[in-house]
């Protein structure tokens, strides 16, 4: 005899048995066993007895046969405990002697996963037949369709976008509760928006395997009775709040997953059906493109905020930035910043104080925003002392101390500080665990002024020696960031200091501007062009041969 349990896709439930060794199912009423589902093909599927075992055997149907949640492609045969799936109704066999009743408590295979993408091909002329009855089907779903996608096209933030998309869900698909949940950039989810029709549902439906499965692998999900499925029965959320049935989709446009929606139902109240989850799988589709468009054009805002706020913090610096470098009779001077990421993290300045000039260049950690904003506080920090006629030694010793209090650890500045008594060429300096100024020599030789202590704000009292040159007529100083040396060639090899002496050396004559828009090209070829990787700061002060009459 074959023993059935059918679960019809209204939530029924009923016994059939057959003594007949043959029984076709389909909604045909010619079919021993007759279902009403208008999905169902007309002849569906048969059961057989042969040898004296049972075999199933699909009968060119439709939507196919699914004998344990595989797509059945030849006869098979059956046993106690078999699944058979003919579009919403669920066949549980029970060959009666061999394995006794079918309980609740046996893992019937009681959720059904199936590809979005075929569920949403699916719905044509050509799939769902030329019947009246198929056909005004499909021009209700198509109706439908068109009604939620105009709802959804006005424009609107992502958080009503959302709490739209649950209650047009809501309006179409009877359920208790449902969630949003949003995938994030490292491949978690989010609930996003959720929704409940009465006061006992959990607010949180949450079940890693519907995650994974629709969220991750693009399937539409039809449990329909969590409580039998072994799968579910770790998701707390959902098995303490009485939750049974189940469906979701996943929220899927052209470029992905961005997430799923679930409802929920008890059992003893409404079980969902394949049409649920087929028309659930077309909401959520249309529902997605408009999360993108939203989440597109918040992307789009949130990057002309940024681009506003860089062009501003970037006229900012620029005015920190000296306009123009004085003149002092017998030298040439010149000075330019190129920043890598709009704002640059680099500063310099040369002030007239009453006997000397201050030279100040300085490179703070990091890039971008954050460390111009470093910059202006070392700036500010410096400017004080700079004309109260203080050393270098002193300014960087002041400023080292106010940075370390007010700054984490991982910030701080290189920085290298230096008077130029113009009269007789004199320079006293500190170096600050910056780049080694040049000192070019007329004859060619090149001088690297090393450090005279640590980085500025590295240490809570830090202590820094001075050192002093003299700029002899036709020498130059060349002071740089780390952006000259660091640029490297495709091979990943750096300019590097020796390559920059000899530049120095073969260009030492130029005028300092000539010299600066010589080293751009000459890095430019060396990257082969390619955008800089960091700030590049450069100051060039040159000693000419003789100064004007009436001076020494």
């Given at each position: ?5 059918v ?17 076709k ?28 075992d ?30 058979v ?12 002697g ?49 009604e ?59 079940s890693?395997t ?124 010149y ?34 925003i ?6 202006a ?7 004080g ?43 006293r ?8 100024a ?17 980085p ?5 009292d830090?202590e ?25 060639n495709?091979?990943g ?11 120095c ?5 130029h ?6 828009e ?35």
């Open positions: 005899m074959l023993h059935l349990r679960e019809t896709p209204d939530g029924e439930t009923r016994e059939y048995r057959s003594e007949e060794e043959e029984v199912v389909g909604r045909s009423s010619s079919a021993e066993l007759s279902l009403s589902d208008r999905f169902l093909s007309r002849l569906h599927a048969r059961f057989f007895l042969r040898d004296d049972w075999w199933l055997e699909d009968l060119g149907s439709r939507n196919g046969t699914h004998l344990n949640g595989t797509r059945l492609e030849e006869t098979a045969k059956v046993k106690s405990g078999d699944t799936r003919v579009s919403g109704c669920v066949l549980h066999v029970d060959l009666l061999e394995t006794g009743p079918v309980t609740d408590s046996t893992d019937l295979g009681a959720t059904i996963f199936r590809a979005a993408s075929d569920l949403l091909q699916g719905h044509t002329v050509d799939s769902v037949g030329d019947s009246p009855e198929a056909i005004r089907g499909l021009a209700d779903r198509l109706r439908l369709l068109n939620v996608h105009h709802a959804l096209s006005r424009p609107i933030s992502l958080d009503e976008l959302l709490d739209l998309i649950l209650a047009r869900a809501f309006e179409h698909v009877e359920c208790e509760e449902g969630a949003l949940f949003l995938r994030q950039d490292d491949g978690s989810y989010k609930r996003a928006a959720s929704r409940i029709t009465n006061t006992e549902g959990s607010d949180y439906l949450y890693e519907l995650l994974r499965e629709v969220g991750d692998k693009g399937l539409a999900a039809l449990v329909l009775d969590a409580g039998t499925d072994e799968r579910f029965r770790d998701a707390q959320s959902i098995m303490s709040s009485g939750v049974r049935s189940l469906v979701a989709a996943p929220l899927m446009d052209p470029e992905g997953s961005l997430g799923l929606i679930v409802l929920s139902s008890r059992l003893h109240k409404r079980q969902f059906t394949e049409d649920d989850m087929s028309l659930l799988t077309s909401l959520a589709s249309v529902a997605a493109l408009r999360i993108r468009n939203v989440a597109l054009a918040v992307e789009a805002a949130e990057r002309q905020r940024l681009q506003e706020e860089l062009d501003l913090a970037r006229r900012i610096q620029v005015a920190l930035l000296p306009a123009s470098l004085p003149e002092i009779e017998g030298y040439q001077l000075g330019r910043n190129l920043p890598s990421r709009g704002v640059s993290g680099d500063f310099y300045e040369i002030v007239e104080r009453d006997d000397d000039y201050f030279l100040l260049i300085v490179d703070v950690s990091g890039k971008g954050a460390a111009s904003l470093l910059t506080s070392f700036e500010a920090l410096a400017a002392p700079i004309e109260e006629g203080r050393s270098p030694k002193q300014v960087t010793e002041g400023v080292s101390k106010h940075l370390f209090a007010r700054t984490p650890p991982a910030k701080y500045a290189t920085a290298w500080l230096g008077t130029l008594d113009p009269d007789t060429g004199r320079v300096y500190t170096n600050a665990g910056h780049n080694p040049l000192h070019v020599r007329a004859s060619g030789a090149a001088d690297p002024l090393g450090p005279t202590g640590v500025v704000g590295l240490m809570q830090s820094y020696e001075e050192a002093e040159l003299t700029l002899e007529p036709e020498d130059f100083l060349l002071l740089y960031t780390d952006g000259i040396t660091e640029s490297e495709l091979g090899e750096e300019f590097g200091l020796e390559r920059l002496i000899e530049f050396q073969a260009h030492r004559q005028a300092p501007k000539e010299f600066v010589g080293l751009d090209t000459r890095l430019d070829e060396f990257t082969n062009g390619q955008p800089a990787a960091d700030d590049r700061t450069v100051v060039v002060v040159r000693r000419l041969a003789s100064r004007a009459p009436g001076h020494p």
